[in-house]
């Protein structure tokens, strides 16, 4: 659950973007970085390699303003995809309340995508993560590219929690602030005391 | 791993912990004193007011503390429990409070390394019992509502542009 800081009226959450190496969740970050009205946002940090692959995490914190006399903000991160970083990747999922997996929808990408994902529900249950408590949005990548699979085949695959799912194309944008939108408001609606 | 829980902080218990970092900062000399959570949240900074980017602060003091811990398990000991680097101006020390809190501090020449770390260990026995208090208490987040989610709904549509580029 969220930090929820009565005495300074603030309420922060944290959202996760998880998926293999390549699949696009820098570009996803980058682009509402880009996009966002800047009053909103704070500074995007970036842990990467020289070949710009992300060695650590990205992290961009959004403001949403007050809501109900709360200051709410989302604090968006990215774990490294490549397969010997799951030591951070660990980390950087620790006190997640959402998580956005991104898919590339490229056929050659199959099994990358699959080990991402069975990874990603090992790290959240070895965190002992409570995943009706957790937001989970799939966000399928890379649509623009001819040699991909259907949308059907791949929620089969990837979503066996039956989680909302999204088409993408992280590089011009294409439902990269729905998959925002719909995140944070899965995590929101998590949060919310019965 | 242990269960991460959610943290709900109340008035009461934010003034005493205010009213804590603010002495620790006048005593040891320090320039600046936060606490975050290890996910990487901020919570509070003395003095209230301070200049610095918390945010990025925090989330890069919380994933050096713990790839500082994972370091820790890779050589088999059983827990670095404080984090220290040392600038040309100034100085970061970072020291885990409770398993979901850090104490951040930063100095610079004006003070002492020994200093700062004999008031720091004295202050996080002060604030252990407090956070560890804030932990089990979960009845104060009932201020997430469902009118709340309801409104953040309507402020999150309208934050975030529909256009694309290219």
């Keep these: 659950m969220a930090l929820i800081n009565l005495a300074a009226r603030e309420i922060n959450y944290k959202i996760v973007y998880y998926g293999c190496g390549l699949c696009g969740k820098t570009t996803n970050i980058q682009y509402i970085h880009r996009r966002v009205n800047p009053a909103t946002r704070g500074r995007l940090v970036s842990i990467s390699t020289e070949e710009e692959r992300t060695l650590y995490f990205d992290f961009l914190p959004l403001s949403l303003g007050t809501v109900k006399g709360l200051r709410t903000r989302f604090h968006l991160y990215t774990v490294p995809g490549q397969s010997f970083y799951n030591a951070s990747r660990k980390l950087v999922l620790q006190g997640a309340d959402g998580v956005v997996f991104v898919a590339d929808s490229q056929i050659s990408r199959l099994d990358e995508n699959v080990d991402s994902y069975l990874n990603m529900w090992d790290n959240l249950l070895a965190e002992g993560e409570d995943p009706n408590r957790l937001g989970l949005v799939i966000q399928m990548n890379k649509r623009d590219l001819s040699s991909v699979f259907s949308v059907t085949d791949l929620t089969d695959l990837l979503n066996h929690t039956d989680s909302p799912v999204i088409e993408a194309c992280a590089l011009t944008g294409m439902g990269v602030f729905e998959t925002l939108k719909t995140t944070c408001k899965q995590v929101i609606a998590k949060s919310v005391q019965p | ?166």
Excluded at chain 2, 125 to 142: Q, R, T
């Design chain 2, 1 to 166: 791993m242990a269960r991460r829980k959610g943290l709900v902080i109340n008035d009461e218990q934010m003034r005493q912990v205010d009213g804590v970092l603010a002495k620790l900062q006048r005593v040891s000399g320090s320039r600046f004193v936060a606490l975050v959570t290890t996910s990487g949240q901020p919570i509070t900074t003395s003095p209230p007011d301070v200049r610095s980017d918390t945010l990025s602060l925090a989330a890069l003091a919380a994933s050096s503390f713990a790839a500082t811990r994972e370091l820790a398990e890779v050589l088999n000991e059983r827990e670095f429990t404080l984090l220290f680097h040392e600038g040309r101006e100034s100085n970061l020390h970072v020291m885990q409070v409770t398993d979901q809190i850090l104490l951040v501090i930063t100095f610079g020449r004006e003070t002492q390394v020994g200093r700062v770390r004999l008031f720091t260990s004295r202050v996080v026995e002060v604030l252990k019992p407090l956070f560890e208090a804030a932990e089990s208490i979960h009845g104060d987040a009932a201020v997430i509502d469902f009118d709340y989610s309801r409104e953040a709904g309507a402020a999150i549509d309208g934050l975030f542009p529909e256009h694309t580029e290219g």
